[in-house]
């Protein structure tokens, strides 16, 4: 059964440095997420991506980030400068929608725990 | 402020027990109720409910919204110890689908 997957599956950086999180969607999915979960609180958007650009996005998702689909198959989250605050669960995820006629079942990937020090 | 409520926040039970865990919601422009299981990671998608009063089955798992008084309720009959995770509730809105989750169940279920 095709699945959602990401790496790493964890990530530990300082203050101040850049990550790249990655995510390799349900390939003939067309719209892209990412969510992120600090511990111990719900789970939250960050944004959607479709066709190539951003559809949508938060409050969170500030200049410190970034997401690009550098390939065909690949999807990655970026945070140019990491703050203790980053430190979350962040949840990559693909569906369907786009599609005429399509429901917008989203797809998890099993996420990547980033830790900030 | 758009909101989705999960009501109990946790919920201990036994074997075979059969549980009704809540949603209720405040969304501008809803699209649909999506109901996951959330066990060590990721969310597991289980239902996605779009029209009032349809009842959706997967095995020992249902679900059914009400799109009149803004709730939705996923019911769990003779649960099993397999059954114990966080249950979110997710409500899809807006144009581009994205999703805004409730705090989540958690259940457990006693041997």
């Known amino acids: 059964e095709p699945e959602v997957t990401q790496t790493p599956s964890h990530q530990v950086t300082q203050m101040g440095q850049e990550v790249i999180l990655r995510c390799v969607p349900i390939?003939?999915?067309?719209?892209f997420y990412w969510y992120r979960q600090i511990l111990g609180q719900k789970v939250e958007f960050l944004v959607s991506?479709?066709?190539?650009?951003?559809?949508?996005k938060s409050e969170i998702f500030d200049d410190q980030f970034s997401v690009e689909r550098p390939d065909g198959s690949n999807f990655t989250l970026k945070i140019r400068s990491t703050k203790l605050e980053d430190s979350a669960m962040y949840f990559c995820?693909?569906?369907?929608?786009?599609?005429?006629?399509?429901?917008?079942?989203?797809?998890f990937g099993p996420g990547t725990r980033l830790t900030v020090l | 402020e758009d909101k989705v409520v999960q009501s109990p926040l946790s919920l201990v039970v036994h074997e075979g027990d059969t549980v009704t865990l809540n949603c209720s919601y405040e969304?501008?422009?809803?699209?649909?109720l999506l109901w996951y299981k959330q066990e060590k990671k990721a969310p597991t998608f289980l239902f996605m409910l779009?029209?009032?009063?349809i009842e959706k089955k997967s095995g020992r798992l249902s679900s059914i919204l009400d799109k009149k008084e803004l709730f939705s309720i996923l019911n769990i009959t003779a649960t099993q110890t397999g059954d114990s995770a966080v249950y979110l509730c997710a409500v899809e809105w807006g144009s581009q689908g994205n999703l805004i989750f409730g705090k989540g169940t958690k259940l457990s279920v006693k041997p």
């Open positions: 779009t029209s009032s009063g």
């Open positions: 991506f479709y066709n190539n650009e951003i559809s949508e």
């Open positions: 969304v501008t422009n809803f699209r649909s």
């Open positions: 995820a693909s569906s369907e929608f786009g599609r005429p006629g399509s429901y917008n079942e989203q797809f």
């Open positions: 390939s003939n999915h067309l719209y």
